[in-house]
């Protein structure tokens, strides 16, 4: 009857006369009759090949864009092809949370690899084995920072999606969150010295930030630690392959959106919330941690541990109810980064550096546009112009390239990786050029 | 050995094109030393990670009864589907008219979520169960406070739930209050009664529950805890018993989650992603995060969200697959693969239960939990011993040790997708492992033997956390 049940008509015979039971609906016979459903307001079943076709239906109402101009949080970074290879094998893919460590090794140290890759990237002591999301990742951190204070504070120009997701987070745990908007772009030093006071838990900001620039988290750290608070860096992984560490900067806790580390746009998600902090954070930090040990006979192996911080065995004294993470996300952030390796990444980054400030140069030697803020940015920046309108876009849609994110009626994000090529970028300038 | 173990100075794999613009220098400070990432050749990449893979057990390699988790098969067709470069390739991002495939799905899955567990909305952005507790709490939080019934401070748990319910419930700023177990296994009524208040805010429960037993007197306890003016939350884990089946929507819940990679057939993927979208009723609809997909109920009102729980609109490529996953059953496919679910639990316990003891000697629903207490106190042979010893079998042990309220406890879970010759060998196996036990106790405590390692350490594990590499070494 069904795609993936096996039982054919004897199977059903047999296996109801063990139970006892005369028919399946017989089962069900401690649920309360009223309660049963006569028919679900569904369609009827449909082969493989017929659900294929209709995705097809479905997927033909997507544009799907040759570049992409637009980051934002989802950045569009070539993906070797061993990882989607390498994360598809049914070993990997199929298994739940590595419970058990004699036929989990390969998992088990996997994560142990990501914790100490991501550690390299933060400069970080610590990692968790992966929170759902930065936004998720942040919620965490405002978690472990209010021990006995209740009060964050949001400094400057935070990716808004995650700020979204903090704000949930603090509304739960009744934290009282204060946002300090940007100045130029960048964090109002004042305005944080004015805000943060000795109840503040934490200060978190963002940099490169949300409009690209690269923030001083030295100075910010530096402000948090002289009122007692905590500093959340977060970081972008392939700029913290250049950029002074969360840790040189003094961050508590490092967190960043993994989704640039080999996983695909896909529409927002799955994405990998990469959590680190200080090693005196450690009892406070949520979710799966594994470590190393060694088995009966002194064999060296890995296994989930520091799980009396968990839901499992704290129940509600748990400070997080995370399990199940974001664990093939993970892995894919681990084969990423192996098979793009050291030289790599450093090529990637001046790749995206190089590229964006070439296009950000071209744009500002067009009439009518400006590149908005004066301070240094990564790959991402603000453009300020009357130009990005309905006919760029449409030129642009034309040429196949989803432009920068248009955030009010002159300001777009502008994000080049290293999967744009002169010849599109300069097709960007043409067409502003163009525009009147 | 790790990676970082097999990397070879100047050794690199994925090159890029050369520079085709002019070189920018970062005027920014720098790191200190660069980060020490892999320097290995794409082929030992590969073969790294293909090994770490053979050290690895999932649904694909053998059976995996792991009880709460339904370790069903996982349909590649989903995974094919879910690749095509028009959803893996859309930015998040993209403007309203070049996106309408995944708003697509957005809706049908809500929609057809809806119709599945008798809710009135649903949100996708839960990336995981433990999420989707949190949302779902949320909303019962925001909804007395927009009745500025402020004292309900408290959620009621059964002793037998998830360890992530009053973790959830927790942080969300309420007090837990536990209800017992009566002795068939569901929620003591009058222990019910007695904790119900105007300090309640809600209940959690999970039915059938995590004995895997379905709770006769659910009418009765959702009523309990509405007539007390609190509010009733749905932990959708078991969800795959009941599909199609009943409802929780009629049951008198009016929250709930489920677990798209437990019930709909997504991939674990070790640990992650899932997905675990929440559900409510009319009253609760306007507080679920922004923004919703598929019909929504009349009087729906954005402004009054509790705002967003994660970044974008959730694990949507997971969503991807849990929706060609309904489509393929269908209304009939599945309520058929509830059925089979229970079934076949109820078959591996029939053959099972002449070895060992049932918590609760019942028809269960999809799951059901034994209790070693008995052979431990008689042969030294504890749920630990007998799980590790199925490893040697090729077998991924049960959920061991949970619920908590059952001594030395199994519980399996065999899913719809499971033969039944591989439930009669699942039962050969517990068989010839329980004659050990009575025969030779001793040698079980050494199990598994045939796995690349043995029993681990764990206690050193946490006393000395070694949790990442030491390149100094």
């Known amino acids: 009857m069904s795609k993936y049940t096996p039982h054919t008509k004897e199977d059903l015979e047999v296996m109801l006369k063990a139970v006892g039971a005369v028919s399946l609906d017989e089962l ?49 970074h070539y993906i070797p092809a061993p990882v989607s290879a390498l994360i598809g094998r049914s070993e990997f893919l199929t298994a739940y949370t590595p419970y058990q460590p004699e036929i989990s090794q390969g998992i088990l140290q996997s994560i142990f690899e990501y914790q100490t890759l991501m550690c390299e990237l933060s400069g970080m002591d610590v990692s968790n084995a992966s929170v759902y999301d930065v936004g998720t990742a942040v919620g965490e951190s405002i978690i472990m920072c209010c021990e006995r204070k209740n009060k964050v504070i949001v400094a400057g120009a935070v990716n808004p999606q995650t700020v979204a997701v903090a704000k949930t987070y603090c509304k739960a745990g009744n934290t009282q969150i204060v946002e300090i908007q940007p100045k130029n772009g960048i964090v109002d030093i004042e305005a944080l010295k004015a805000a943060i006071d000795t109840d503040t838990a934490c200060v978190i900001a963002q940099s490169p930030n949300f409009f690209g620039l690269i923030e001083d988290m030295g ?96 129940r509600e004294k748990a400070l997080s109810s995370i399990c199940s993470n974001q664990a093939l996300c993970a892995l894919t952030a681990v084969i990423y980064l192996s098979l793009v390796g050291k030289e790599g990444m450093r090529q990637v980054a001046d790749a995206c550096v190089s590229k964006a400030h070439y296009l950000a140069q071209q744009l500002s030697a067009v009439k009518g546009i400006k590149i908005k803020y004066q301070g240094e940015f990564f790959n991402e920046f603000t453009v300020e112009t009357d130009k990005y309108n309905k006919d760029a876009t449409k030129a642009l849609d034309k040429a196949g390239i989803l432009g920068g994110l248009k955030i009010n009626d002159t300001d777009s994000i502008w994000c080049v990786t290293e999967k744009a090529d002169k010849a599109t970028l300069d097709g960007v300038v043409s067409i502003f050029k163009e525009v009147k | 050995m790790l990676i970082f173990e097999k990397s070879v100075k100047g050794r690199a794999s994925i090159q890029l094109d050369k520079l085709d613009v002019p070189h920018y220098e970062l005027k920014a400070q720098k790191r200190n030393a660069q980060a020490r990432l892999p320097e290995i050749s794409e082929q030992d990449a590969v073969r790294h990670y293909t090994e770490l893979s053979r050290k690895a057990h999932g649904v694909d390699n053998g059976f ?54 008798g809710m009135d909305a649903f949100t996708l952005q839960p990336a995981a169960g433990a999420h989707g507790e949190f949302t779902g709490i949320m909303l019962i939080k925001a909804y007395h406070m927009s009745r500025n019934d402020t004292l309900r401070t408290k959620i009621i748990v059964p002793d037998s739930a998830h360890g992530t319910n009053p973790a959830s419930a927790h942080m969300c700023d309420f007090d837990i209050v536990s209800v017992p177990s009566n002795a068939q296994g569901g929620v003591d ?167 060992y003891d049932l918590a609760y000697d019942r028809i269960c629903m999809h799951e059901f939990v034994l209790s070693l207490q008995k052979l431990k106190d008689e042969t030294g042979v504890s749920a630990m011993d007998v799980a590790k010893a199925m490893l040697d079998y090729g077998m991924h042990p049960p959920t061991m040790y949970f619920p908590l309220i059952v001594h030395e406890a199994l519980m399996l879970e065999p899913t719809e997708t499971e033969s039944r010759e591989t439930l009669i060998k699942a039962a050969q196996v517990l068989n010839t492992i329980k004659q050990q036990a009575v025969a030779d106790s001793a040698s079980l405590h050494d199990s598994p033997k045939t796995t690349i390692i043995g029993r681990v350490d764990e206690v050193r594990a946490a006393r000395q956390p070694v949790l990442k590499y030491d390149f100094s070494k």
Do not use: W
């Not at chain 2, 895997?212 to 078991?238: P, Q, S």
């Open chain 1, 28 to 76: 069900y016979k401690d649920a309360p009759k009223e309660l049963m459903v006569e028919e679900l307001k569904l369609n009827e079943g449909m082969s493989q090949m017929a659900v294929e076709k209709a995705f097809q239906k479905i997927t033909a109402q997507n544009k799907v864009y040759d570049t992409i101009l637009r980051g934002c949080g989802a950045y569009d």
């Open chain 2, 64 to 117: 995996y009864p792991l009880g709460s988790c339904t370790m069903k098969y996982n349909p590649r067709v989903n995974e094919v589907i879910a690749a095509d470069k028009a959803f893996a390739n859309i930015h998040p991002l993209q403007e309203e008219e070049t996106v309408k495939g995944c708003t697509q799905v957005m809706d049908e899955l809500s929609d057809y979520l809806c119709a599945i567990t």
């Open chain 2, 189 to 355: 009524i009058e222990e019910l009664k007695k904790v119900v208040g105007p300090d309640t805010a809600g209940l959690m429960l999970t039915n059938p529950n995590t004995l895997g037993l379905f709770d006769k007197n659910i009418l009765k306890i959702t009523e309990i805890v509405h007539k007390a003016g609190g509010l009733c939350y749905y932990d959708g884990a078991n969800l795959n018993a009941i599909m199609g089946v009943v409802r929780p929507g009629d049951m008198g819940f009016d929250c709930m989650h489920l677990n798209i990679h437990k019930t709909f057939s997504t991939p674990h993927g070790g640990g992650g992603p899932g997905a675990g979208p929440v559900g409510c009723k009319k009253s609760l609809a306007s507080f679920l995060p922004t923004p919703v997909f598929g019909k929504l109920p009349q009087g729906y009102d954005p402004k009054k969200s509790i705002g967003k729980v994660k970044t974008f609109y959730g694990n949507f490529s997971v969503l991807v697959k849990g929706l060609a996953y309904i489509k393929t059953l269908g209304k009939e496919g599945i309520k058929d693969a509830a059925q089979k679910a229970v079934l076949n639990a109820n078959y591996l316990l029939s053959l099972v239960k002449k070895d």
């Open chain 1, 219 to 314: 100075v910010l750290a530096q402000i948090s630690h002289e009122k007692g608070a905590k500093f959340v860096y977060i970081f972008n992984p392939i700029a913290a392959t250049v950029l002074k560490t969360p840790k040189e900067c003094g961050a508590d806790i490092a967190v960043a959106e993994g989704q640039p580390l080999g996983m695909p746009l896909s529409y927002g998600g799955a994405y990998l919330g990469i959590l680190t902090c200080d090693e005196k954070m450690i009892r406070r930090m949520p979710g799966r941690v594994v470590g190393q040990t060694v088995d009966k006979n002194g064999k060296t192996a890995y296994v989930l541990t520091l799980q009396a911080r968990e839901q499992h065995i704290r």
